[in-house]
């Protein structure tokens, strides 16, 4: 079941008028909410500059006047401090080729080297200076060298991102966490090598009272790598639902064709789906999913369109109808042209439909970039404030130094700024490989008010897969006797509902005769020779007795598929065929 939730557009960019343009940019180099924040920011001081920037995908959408390049938009963000590019288009996976796994991205591989690495050595860190009975005489120079390779070196990328901002006169979370994990390691390197903490027989005790302490004794090393390896862990599962929400896509152009039998010169030749141009005429033949969109110029099927509209039951076309790429002929051989090919096709709409829900902001987002616009700063003038007001009412620049310190390691991890647009992302992303399809992340907010579920059948509440329901027969006709006909013939056809039908009665009355003289009638039925009789099942028949045509009525008003089946002229029986309810939705529909 495919379907999609209609929301009003988007207030941050709205559609772009007559002499205004968008551009969706990639933008690197950011490494939280507050990032993307100023890079919003910074756009949309440009004139007649509406952007949203999204720190989840990694991507800013802008709308910009005419006169304003896409040079300048990216010279805006460079300026800024981080990297912007346009992307590329999205391009369909070949048949021999193996979409790259999330787990198998080198940015992902990196940051879970660093991660593990600083995470050996940061435990027998914090397990030393948690623990008084693991302490052994010069303990605390062991804690030394294991920590300093997780916070010089695992810290890095924050260090690098800190003084990235630093030269830009502003400060992020990276911002936080580089001087709060470097404040504690400064402190405690002057403590081991100028005060008393690096005395043989030094103990740290641990308890749970606040109590004053001689700070020239006290280390803060497992702070300093204990929240630096905790921050890499929330980077590194935060890249990783980023990277596999971002699958959501590639699963979606997955479900396309990989090539195409081109008809040149009267020739088939095979060649890769992106290579396929507007008005070229292609073959589909039985099972084959059709490789673009366009308009069927030969022959006659039925094609199923599930994908697309979730709906089990095939659709019949022929000369002049229109087909919707990646659908899956179910029935005879046709000749397509293609009407549409690349990233205007309906199943790439699709899928950027998926990235641009992906790539808005909801209201609980947009308060999310707003709090840690102002966070970063509010911190460093709260920890300095601490400073001054210790050292003014004890005098003790130790004691003074610790408490601003304390604020600085609290206040690292932003929760609200890292894990809003990363919920929201995953979410719209899941959504997709499900056959959801959201519009926008302000759907999955407003959630919560919904108090009526509408469901559609197909797909959703049924198994998507035709089964013969019910079987009514003419006065003084045998059922055992129409099911073999009826299912013999349709045993031969490869319409899915002909395979339901044959299906159904070979369970019923098990080993079906064979068919001579098979005819296919595309749009009406089939008919063909079983056990002497000339027999027919479909649309072929004129008017119906009584309660033939009663029984027909009564299956196309439950919303079944019915179908006549006669022989040697006479309509002898209607077989119901529907989408059979799945055994678990009465108890999904409770839940």
């Known amino acids: 079941m495919t379907s999609t939730a209609e929301i009003p557009a988007q207030p941050a960019i709205s559609a772009p008028a007559p002499d205004v343009s968008q551009v969706e940019l990639l933008i690197g180099g950011m490494t939280c909410a507050s990032c993307a924040a100023r890079v919003e920011k910074k756009l949309n001081r440009m004139d007649g500059v509406t952007a949203t920037v999204n720190y989840a995908t990694e991507k800013a959408r802008i709308s910009y006047p005419a006169g304003t390049e896409v040079a300048d938009l990216i010279a805006t963000v460079v300026q800024t401090g981080y990297t912007a590019e346009e992307p590329p288009p999205p391009q369909p996976v070949r048949e021999q080729e193996t979409p790259p796994a999330p787990d198998a ?18 435990l027998p860190v914090v397990l030393l200076a948690m623990v008084p009975s693991l302490q052994f005489d010069n303990w605390q120079w062991l804690s030394l060298t294991l920590a300093a390779p997780v916070v010089v070196w695992g810290g890095a990328p924050f260090h690098r991102a800190a003084w990235t901002n630093a030269r830009h006169a502003a400060a992020t979370m990276d911002t936080l966490v580089s001087i709060g994990t470097l404040a504690a390691f400064g402190w405690s390197l002057w403590a081991l090598f100028f005060g ?24 803060y090393l497992e702070v300093a790598a204990g929240v630096t390896a905790f ?15 971002g699958a959501a896509l590639r699963a979606l152009m997955e479900l396309g064709a990989k090539d195409v039998a081109v008809l040149r010169h009267g020739r088939e030749i095979r060649i890769p789906v992106t290579d396929l141009a507007v008005g070229d005429r292609f073959v589909v033949r039985p099972g084959e999913k059709i490789a673009t969109d366009g308009t069927v110029v030969e022959g006659a099927s039925a094609v199923d369109a599930s994908m697309l509209t979730g709906e089990s039951v095939p659709v019949d076309v022929t000369a002049g109808d229109a087909v919707t790429g990646a659908t899956v002929n179910a029935g005879g051989r046709i000749v397509v042209e293609a009407t549409r090919v690349g990233a205007d096709t309906q199943l790439a709409r699709m899928a950027r439909l998926v990235e641009e829900a992906q790539t808005g902001k909801a209201e609980v987002q947009r308060l999310a970039d707003r709090i ?3 966070f970063v700063p509010v911190v460093l003038v709260i920890a300095t404030a601490t400073f001054g007001t210790w050292l003014g009412a004890t005098g003790d620049a130790v004691a003074a130094f610790t408490a601003a310190v304390a604020v600085l390691i609290i206040a690292c991890p932003c929760a609200l700024g890292l894990a809003t647009p990363t919920a929201l992302m995953v979410g719209t992303g899941r959504g997709a490989q499900l056959g959801i399809l959201i519009k926008g992340p302000e759907v999955l907010e407003s959630t919560r008010r919904v108090d009526t579920v509408v469901l559609d059948k197909t797909g959703t509440v049924t198994t998507g897969r035709m089964t013969l329901q019910e079987v009514y027969v003419a006065e003084g006709a045998d059922e055992q006797q129409v099911l073999q006909l009826a299912g013999a013939l349709e045993h031969a056809s490869e319409h899915p509902v002909a395979r339901a039908v044959a299906a159904g009665a070979e369970e019923r009355v098990g080993e079906l005769p064979g068919v001579e003289r098979f005819e296919n009638v595309p749009g009406r039925g089939v008919r063909g020779y079983v056990a002497d009789h000339e027999v027919a099942v479909g649309r072929l028949f004129g008017e119906l007795p009584q309660e033939l045509a009663r029984a027909k009525e009564e299956a196309e008003r439950s919303g079944r598929t019915a179908v006549v089946v006669g022989w040697d002229g006479v309509a002898r029986g209607v077989l119901a065929v529907a989408d059979a309810v799945k055994g678990t939705s009465a108890e999904a529909v409770r839940e």
């Open 372 to 374: 840690s616009g102002v």
């Open 105 to 122: 991205d080198p940015e992902l591989a990196a940051l879970r080297h660093r991660l593990i690495v600083s995470a050996l050595l940061a």
């Open 196 to 219: 008393d903490a690096g005395m043989p027989g030094m103990r740290h005790g641990f308890d749970l009272t606040v109590s004053r302490t001689d700070g020239a004794s006290t280390i």
């Open 231 to 245: 921050i890499l862990l929330g980077r590194y599962l935060e890249l990783r639902s980023k990277r596999h929400a």
